[in-house]
């Protein structure tokens, strides 16, 4: 459980550091206002668009790989967001990190559900959910942190390395779970 909260809260940290340097975009790439406004779109769009892709490949691939997997690539999204040198370039970099974070999350939902049966399972969710608002609250000061201190691509860079040893982690301490050999259709709710 510890392990899918912290991947989550990295993945809220992510979101929340790109709201938080609008005024090191618009000073480094030369953002307008409306180009900013097209950061949370642009990820917001192409993550629901993947996210129903992404359940179906979490219920016929082993959920773990997709965990770790998610993580390696939002790791070279981020860092691909700090090496930007324009709009056009962050803005496909964070097209790029809504397509890696809809891998995890279907996949992490359904681990957690297939972990924990009906007396537990509401709490476990409850519990991961509950690391999106710590990576909202994290992510928020330290963008704006490192923006003001440092540096936003150097910020972006460490939130980079901080993924890919934290994919090595999972790599060797999420449970294996197994890939379904033949999906069972869900109840509607």
Known sequence: M???WI????NYV????AYSIFPALKADLRFTDAQLGLIGSVFA??????M???????D??????MIVASMVLWSAAILGCSFSQSVLQFLIWRAVMGVTEALYYPAAVGMLAEAHSGGTRSKALGMHQSAQLAGIVAGGWYGGWMADHVSWRIGFGA???????????LSRQLPASQSQKAPQAGNPI
């Open 45 to 50: 769009w192409v993550y629901s668009i993947c």
């Open 60 to 65: 016929i691939l082993r959920r773990d790989r």
């Open 52 to 58: 129903p892709i992404a359940g179906r490949l979490s």
């Open 14 to 17: 992510d979101r929340q550091m």
């Open 2 to 4: 510890l392990l899918l």
């Open 159 to 169: 939130a980079a390395i901080a993924g890919v040893v934290y994919s090595a982690i």
């Open 7 to 10: 991947a989550l809260g990295l």
